[in-house]
């Protein structure tokens, strides 16, 4: 709707300013444009406006009114009326009536579009001269640098919505900014690159669970940018959880891959988790751990070879038993053990 207002004020001052051109320069106009529709008024708007002398118009002159076309143009003295008929997006169709003399100017533009009646009035003075020509290169660098600025602007948004869903999975409803006719269409590829990327690390694979878990805590809805994408997380699991055998990622395997890490520990950890010295002392110590530790601590997927002190500090807090079917007793040695031999230790 703005848009086809904005059209017919453009083609009804070109239309109107076309006859009765006096000779010399070009002319600087002052003119308000007022628009009026049931039940509302808006306020005149002022602009000032370089028409050329011996200005004419041809209908599809203007960019803005590509789609429009003007009928039934009359020239009377100083009178000028015309139809007009918009098509497409912003259809709309119209009648118009302008009077000029050498320094003044008095129009009316009636229009109906959507549904919708308006009238358009305009009412201006000849205020100077100017150069047409120099003008219009002023107007064209001004749209040029507008142009640029918004450009950049939304490639910096865009840009940064890639990076923050990308990160989160796409918590939200941001779907639509990336879909058809959204502003950031152009960048649903380095969208989805950098999603596949991240989804295919371990970290960013347990980044991605995290950012679901919080989802479900909060009650949003979440992983639209996977959906989009076409990426599905089991299937990445899967995968993943077979690579972090070859590549020893224990503690991952801990956390995502039950299968594997139930078969790793039977194979691997037999008599484990009975006494914290003993658990020590087996050369697999460290894989235990961590197949045991169930940890949270995404960003640190060690490969087994870590602090195996912090690792027995995780599983020392579990309450389970272990999988080889010993009950909390057993799970309580490890603590009676090392307090009894500080006790022979220190004499007390």
């Given at each position: 709707m703005r848009r086809t207002i904005q059209?017919?004020?453009?083609?009804s001052l070109v239309v109107g300013a076309a006859p009765a051109w006096s000779a010399g320069s070009d002319e600087l106009w002052e003119i308000t444009q007022k628009m009026a529709m049931p039940g509302m008024n808006m306020p005149g708007i002022k602009i000032t406006s370089c028409i050329a002398r011996n200005g004419n118009y041809k209908p599809g002159d203007d960019p803005n009114a590509k789609n429009c076309t003007v009928d039934d143009y009359k020239v009377s003295g100083n009178t000028v009326t015309w139809k007009m008929r918009c098509t497409g997006k912003n259809a709309m169709t119209g009648s118009g009536e302008m009077t000029k003399t050498a320094d003044t100017m008095k129009g009316v533009f009636r229009m109906s579009a959507s549904g919708m009646d308006m009238t358009q009035t305009?009412?201006?003075?000849?205020?100077?001269t100017c150069d047409a020509g120099e003008e219009q290169k002023k107007m064209d660098k001004t749209v040029a640098d507008f142009k640029a600025r918004s450009d950049d602007a939304v490639k910096?948004?865009?840009?940064?919505?890639?990076?923050?869903?990308?990160?989160?999975g796409g918590m939200g409803n941001?779907?639509?900014t990336f879909q058809s006719k959204g502003q950031c269409l152009g960048y649903k590829p380095q969208l989805c690159e950098q999603t596949r990327s991240q989804v295919g690390s371990y970290g960013g694979y347990a980044h991605y669970i995290r950012w679901r878990e919080t989802a479900k805590t909060t009650n949003q809805p979440w992983g639209w940018v996977l959906a989009e994408c076409g990426i599905d997380l089991e299937k990445q699991r899967l995968t993943l959880c077979g690579q972090a055998v070859t590549d020893k990622k224990y503690r991952f395997i801990g956390t995502f891959c039950p299968d594997e890490a139930k078969q790793m520990y039977a194979k691997n950890c037999a008599g484990f988790g009975m006494d914290y010295t003993a658990d020590m002392a087996k050369p697999n110590a460290n894989m235990c751990y961590a197949l045991r530790s169930k940890s949270r601590?995404?960003?640190?997927?060690?490969?087994?070879?870590?602090?195996?002190?912090?690792?027995?500090?995780?599983a020392g807090s579990e309450k389970a038993a272990t999988d080889e079917g010993k009950g909390a007793d057993n799970a309580a040695k490890p603590a009676e053990s090392a307090t009894s031999k500080l006790k022979k230790l220190f004499g007390f």
């Amino acid at each position: 709707m703005r848009r086809t207002i904005q059209s017919a004020f453009a083609l009804s001052l070109v239309v109107g300013a076309a006859p009765a051109w006096s000779a010399g320069s070009d002319e600087l106009w002052e003119i308000t444009q007022k628009m009026a529709m049931p039940g509302m008024n808006m306020p005149g708007i002022k602009i000032t406006s370089c028409i050329a002398r011996n200005g004419n118009y041809k209908p599809g002159d203007d960019p803005n009114a590509k789609n429009c076309t003007v009928d039934d143009y009359k020239v009377s003295g100083n009178t000028v009326t015309w139809k007009m008929r918009c098509t497409g997006k912003n259809a709309m169709t119209g009648s118009g009536e302008m009077t000029k003399t050498a320094d003044t100017m008095k129009g009316v533009f009636r229009m109906s579009a959507s549904g919708m009646d308006m009238t358009q009035t305009m009412d201006g003075k000849r205020v100077g001269t100017c150069d047409a020509g120099e003008e219009q290169k002023k107007m064209d660098k001004t749209v040029a640098d507008f142009k640029a600025r918004s450009d950049d602007a939304v490639k910096q948004m865009c840009e940064g919505s890639v990076k923050r869903e990308a990160e989160s999975g796409g918590m939200g409803n941001g779907a639509s900014t990336f879909q058809s006719k959204g502003q950031c269409l152009g960048y649903k590829p380095q969208l989805c690159e950098q999603t596949r990327s991240q989804v295919g690390s371990y970290g960013g694979y347990a980044h991605y669970i995290r950012w679901r878990e919080t989802a479900k805590t909060t009650n949003q809805p979440w992983g639209w940018v996977l959906a989009e994408c076409g990426i599905d997380l089991e299937k990445q699991r899967l995968t993943l959880c077979g690579q972090a055998v070859t590549d020893k990622k224990y503690r991952f395997i801990g956390t995502f891959c039950p299968d594997e890490a139930k078969q790793m520990y039977a194979k691997n950890c037999a008599g484990f988790g009975m006494d914290y010295t003993a658990d020590m002392a087996k050369p697999n110590a460290n894989m235990c751990y961590a197949l045991r530790s169930k940890s949270r601590d995404y960003n640190d997927q060690d490969a087994g070879d870590g602090n195996a002190a912090r690792a027995a500090r995780t599983a020392g807090s579990e309450k389970a038993a272990t999988d080889e079917g010993k009950g909390a007793d057993n799970a309580a040695k490890p603590a009676e053990s090392a307090t009894s031999k500080l006790k022979k230790l220190f004499g007390f």
